[in-house]
């Protein structure tokens, strides 16, 4: 029955309270990690997460997006939604990663960014963007794995990479589906149904070119075995990694920029005399 | 192409759902006050009594930005598409198209302001929103590229609610997209100087708008991450009253300047006169 799943059923694993977050991977995954926190500028982001590791002995930098597990850790990462300083946390270790020539590894999984007082306070949106850009050139390998829940600007804030990998259960979308019907029907109810019309899952983010691997997940779901879940994304990582570690960094970057430059879909057709003309 | 004529004829009855209803009068969206229509396009759609700056159509915004049949309309053939089969999709373009007069959400080409050249964009709130989708996106990628070819700096007025949901992950995808065109310009020497008018919000924002060199805003215009159609109660605590505002946004460092719209015109001659200086002496050191 999990073969087949309906999109709107794809959320709600990838909500799902006790999916494996960013840092449950993390622990399994790498050999060590040493948690660095914050962004040099004005706070320590918990939302974000992300410093040193060793991956099989390789050093490597992980970022990532982290929900909490009960309450009080929840409140404390805001829900794994981050704020300016969250962004430029991963913004910095980014750039620590490119400094010292070690491989990006960036674990993406946010309902959304925050949207509050002080996310506009503090700048969410130039740091999203800030981001996006400054990954897009960074001169060093970056994997990106959604590994939940791919919520819009939240997700893109982390997610640029010369390779983005998605696990099956997890979902990509512009907007939350209950926001999606709320335009559309007016209805947060109808959500199953944005959800299909959204395309959020693995299988249609690999269709549309957006992701180049969906990492299938244990029968019912990562959180049924989150240890072979972490076996299967170390084994993609480490495949990937020697991949791009086979490019040089112009290339590499040159390939980045031109895997999104290429992104888009739209159709030509030379505006009319008339339509020039007479634009009303 | 003629935007002065564009502009007069247009705003006499063709696009007036956003800003005034058609006639000799209409109501001030911003004080409910009585205005008169010929008054208010007198005054560059800007309310005499209380300063609220009305949105634009692109049309207009061109007429009264740039130098008189100085712009050049630039991929002008791209029309969007459905990549995702999204339900209503290619009606609600259509329907857009119909009712705005543009084929998309920006307008993009070459002009000059008071003799400079300069790539321009022009966002049209009036089709959907204002919306980032593949055309938009794509036409800003190449907006960006051509002002790198051409060594000129490039003017983005932005006015979107931000990626356009009918698009899906690839409407997502412009957010990336743009904001790597705009670092690839900027790492070529070209200035981006981005003007947010009411309003610019959410994938928009949080893309390459906020990644000018110099980045201005219209006074009193909706400027945010979130929409204005998140409610205020969920956004914490207590709100100040120009949370979500261009003057929000300049009050913590995310913009240079709120502009009046009468002096947007010189305010972007002055930078461009600024950047174009800074470019002579280059030409000069290539001995170019």
Redesign the interface.
Known sequence: MFANLSPWEEVLIARHKDRPYALDYVRMIFDQYMELSGDRVWANDEAVIGGPAFLDGRPVVVIGQQKGRDLRERQRRNFGCARGPGFRKALRLARLAERFGRPLISFVDTSAAAADLRAEETGVSEAIARNMAEFAFLRTPIVAIVIGEGGSGGAMGMAVGDRVLMLEHAVFSVIPPEGCAAILWRDKEQAPQAATALKLTAKSAQHLGIVEHVLPEPLGGAHRDPSAMAASIKLSITAVLEELGRMSLDDLVAARYARYRRMGVWRTEPPSERAAEKPS | ?NPGG?FS??SR???EMDTVPDGVASKCLGCDEIIFVRELERNLQVCSKCGYHHRLTS?ERLAITVDPDSFV?TD??????D??E???YVEKASTAAASS???EAITTGDATIEGLPCVIGVADFGFMGGSMG??V??KI?RAFERAVERAVPIVIFSASG????Q???????????T??????A??AGVPFISVLTDPTT??V???????GDVILAEPGAVV???GRR?GRQ????H??AN??TSE??AE???VDRTVPRKEMRATLAFLLRFFAASEAREGEADGS
Do not use: I, N
């Not at chain 2, 002008?76 to 598409?81: I, K, W």
């Not at chain 2, 904001?179 to 690839?184: E, F, I, N, V, Y």
């Open positions: 192409m564009w004829r247009r009855g063709a696009r049309a309309e002008g053939d791209l029309l969007p598409d990549p995702l999204f339900p209503g007069g543009v084929r593949s055309v996106g794509e990628a931000g990626a356009r949901m698009e899906g992950l690839v409407a997502l995808m412009q957010m990336a997209k904001s790597a065109a705009a670092k690839r900027s790492l959410g994938g924002y949080a893309s390459y708008a906020s990644l945010g991450f979130a998140v969920d956004l914490g605590g709100l100040p949370f979500q929000f946004q913590h460092g995310f």
